[in-house]
């Protein structure tokens, strides 16, 4: 009879030990299991044209900017700022690969708006003393932090602005 | 003592089985209900069409760009399940002639290469779709 009941003990103790295994090992990989589950199979089965919100990316997302600026220096700095920003946040999350941070719209600026790589650098040096954000090749720090790939060099009113980290040459490129 | 130990372990995996089966399950069907009964706005799919109309003459790269962009966010937030995903309508004030994009192109997300095919993309033109499909993994420039 004791006998028995040792072995219902040791019976209980090592199922409870492997639902508690087996549940830790649910938990740790829960978000890994519902997308598989439930992303991968379920809306594969039964597709929808909804794309439920947890089966979205919980990375940071691309944000698309509209920029309103009163002055020629004014629009610099917004999109000075943004730069800085991808920048930070690409590190910050440790991008491995290359992520557009903003599409910037340059919606309501002066009519003669005309940014150049030079006037970016210019900020970087006057309002950051070159310490974030170098750019060597206009005077600007020891490193080329920024690719400028602008059509005709010069971003306009209207234009649409690209800014993309690029993980493999851990740099910012702007691309219109 | 061997027999003990063998029971042991059946026990365990046997445990741990269910254990994982029954909570898969349950989280499945707790999927299944918040979206079923959560509150879905009118519009649908993971991304609006996007419909650029550009005053100025754009670049290679800012197509290129796009393109990539469309991929990326597709295979992100699992829209592939739709078999291909319409990211941009491009229109622009000039033709795109001053454009000289690659046949094809590939490149690499998350493990995948992605091709961009813009073999269909007609530079006389001033509009385009741009267009992932998912089952090829392959970016389309349609007009």
């Not at chain 1, 509209?66 to 999350?93: G, P, R, V």
Request: aromatic content about 16%.
């Amino acid at each position: 009879m004791k006998g028995i009941a040792v072995e219902t003990t040791w019976f209980f103790i090592i199922i409870l030990i492997s639902i508690v295994v087996g549940l830790s090992i649910i938990l740790a990989l829960r978000e890994r299991i519902s997308q598989f589950f439930y992303c991968n199979l379920y809306l594969k089965i039964f597709p929808t044209q909804q794309i439920p919100e947890f089966c979205k990316s919980n990375q940071p997302k691309t944000e698309r900017i509209k920029i309103f600026a009163n002055n020629h220096l004014e629009a610099i700095s917004k999109f000075a700022e943004y730069i800085l920003d991808c920048w930070k946040l690409t590190e910050k999350y440790k991008v491995k690969e290359d992520y557009m941070c903003y599409e910037l719209e340059f919606f309501s600026v002066p009519d003669d708006l005309a940014i150049s790589v030079e006037d970016l650098s210019k900020y970087f040096k006057n309002y950051y003393n070159c310490q974030e954000i170098q750019m060597k090749s206009y005077n600007c720090g020891y490193r080329d932090d920024i690719i400028w790939n602008v059509k005709n060099d010069i971003i306009l009113k209207g234009s649409i602005v690209l800014i993309v980290y690029r993980a493999e040459e851990d740099k910012i490129e702007i691309i219109s | 003592m061997k027999g003990i130990a063998i029971n042991i372990v059946f026990l365990f995996i046997m445990g741990l089985i269910a254990t994982i089966i029954v909570a898969s399950i349950y989280l499945a069907i707790k999927n299944f209900v918040i979206d079923y009964f959560s509150e879905k706005p009118q519009t649908k799919k993971f991304k609006e069409l996007e419909v650029k109309y550009l005053e100025y003459q754009i670049s290679e790269s800012f197509l290129m760009e796009l393109g990539k962009q469309c991929a990326r966010e597709s295979i992100d937030n699992y829209a592939c399940l739709n078999g291909y995903v319409v990211c941009y309508y491009i229109y622009s004030k000039h033709s795109f002639q001053n454009l000289a994009i690659p046949y094809v192109d590939e490149f690499s997300y998350k493990n995948k290469t992605i091709l961009i095919d813009t073999r269909n993309f007609d530079n006389n033109k001033n509009n385009t779709l741009i267009v992932f499909d998912c089952n090829q993994k392959t970016v389309y420039f349609l007009n």
